[in-house]
């Protein structure tokens, strides 16, 4: 497939510099009418990448979300523009993938647990699962009536969640495309992350509070976390579960 955007690279002062691959020490020289002195600049750059900063360009409008793959090998990207990149970070950090399918601006983006597929959450009222290797959308989940403004998939489960301003979560299965469960919120959704093993789901609301379910008795909140002063902006479970 061919590449959608364009890698730039930035360096210092115009020069054109490109990684070590000796294991030596930097020397830098400073000389004078007196004389001059060698200084060590520090050890050699180990970083795949051709410079210290990589601007990656080929977004059309602003960046809403960003994830490095499990992998380490790409960081997927969605933007105001209504797509989603993938990129490589190493080398030039080539654009290898271009996924296109919502209508409005894509504002949360995750990785699958294998790096396989990608899901996103968009305005236009629908989240969806993408094939990361051939950038075709293989699935779309319908059913919010306003901005969906997270989706959220387990590690090591098929389940998803999304979170909507229609004040509602839904649990979907990734298989199918049908809504396994509602849950209503008093407020706007603004935040779901799902635990690795799918049973239990974690939202936040713009009421600044954090509740969590266990999927196998939903309609009941488990507990309810107060704290914030405001919106719920973001929300992960740590790696270990």
């Not at 059309?60 to 990149?85: A, C, E, I, W």
Request: aromatic share 6%; with cysteine; hydrophobic share 35%.
């Amino acid at each position: 497939m061919s590449k959608r955007g364009t890698t730039a690279l930035v360096s210092a002062a115009g020069d054109d510099k490109r990684p070590r691959t000796d294991d030596s020490t930097a020397l830098v020289a400073g000389g004078g009418p007196g004389g001059g002195a060698v200084v060590d600049a520090g050890p050699a750059r180990t970083s795949d990448l051709l410079a210290p900063i990589m601007l990656l360009t080929g977004h059309t409008g602003p960046v809403l979300s960003s994830k490095f793959s499990p992998d380490g090998r790409h960081v997927l990207t969605g933007s105001q523009d209504r797509t989603l990149l993938i990129w490589e970070v190493y080398g030039e950090c080539a654009n290898t993938m271009n996924f296109k399918g919502h209508s409005n601006a894509v504002l949360e983006v995750h990785w699958s647990a294998d790096s396989e597929n990608c899901f996103s959450a968009s305005a236009d009222k629908t989240a969806a699962l993408w094939d990361a290797k051939t950038g075709a959308r293989v699935r779309q989940f319908r059913g919010h009536s306003a901005v969906v403004n997270s989706f959220c998939p387990s590690r090591d489960a098929n389940v998803c969640a999304s979170g909507s301003d229609d004040r509602t979560v839904r649990v979907w299965d990734a298989r199918v495309r049908t809504c396994q469960e509602v849950l209503t919120h008093p407020w706007p959704v603004t935040a779901v992350s799902v635990a690795h093993d799918g049973m239990h789901l974690y939202t936040g609301c713009l009421d600044g509070k954090v509740r969590s379910y266990d999927l196998r008795r939903p309609q009941a909140v488990a507990t309810e976390l107060s704290g914030h002063q405001d919106i719920v902006t973001g929300l992960r479970l740590s790696p270990d579960g």
